[in-house]
């Protein structure tokens, strides 16, 4: 088993910038994938970043790529999403998730990808 524990939200006016971490314990050697959800009042929860598990293949929502940077320390078991440029509508809940799998394509993007989650943590961005 892994357990997943975000860290890093809170309120930041629209332009600044958050930095979201996720600290891993128990079976961290499985992890594979990793990747960041989030979720917005009456939204559904929708993909945000992807890394794999060496750190050199990262995927993005179009709607954060160029403003939001995934990565993991694999030493420190903590996975980390840098958020710039911050809006109001990126307001949400944000979940790390994880997997012993890697994905490929769209896959990638399902929240049923991902064995292991948080219980997330929430960013507010004011206009």
């Known amino acids: 088993q892994v357990q997943l524990v975000e860290s890093g939200g809170g309120l930041v006016q629209a332009g600044g910038s958050l930095r979201l971490s996720c600290a891993a314990s128990?079976?961290?050697?499985?992890?594979?994938?990793v990747g960041w959800f989030r979720q917005a009042p009456g939204k559904e929860r929708e993909f945000v970043a992807a890394?794999?598990?060496?750190?050199?293949?990262?995927i993005y929502a179009d709607s954060v790529k160029g403003r939001f940077t995934i990565s993991r320390d694999n030493t420190k078991n903590t996975f980390d999403l840098q958020m710039n440029s911050l809006k109001p509508e990126d307001t949400a809940i944000y979940y790390c998730?994880?997997?012993?799998?890697?994905?490929?394509?769209?896959?990638?993007?399902?929240?049923?990808?991902?064995?292991?989650w948080g219980q997330g943590t929430q960013a507010t961005v004011s206009s």
């Open positions: 998730a994880a997997d012993w799998r890697g994905c490929s394509g769209y896959g990638c993007y399902r929240p049923n990808s991902y064995d292991y």
């Open positions: 128990g079976h961290t050697s499985t992890i594979y994938l």
């Open positions: 890394i794999g598990r060496s750190g050199g293949n990262t």
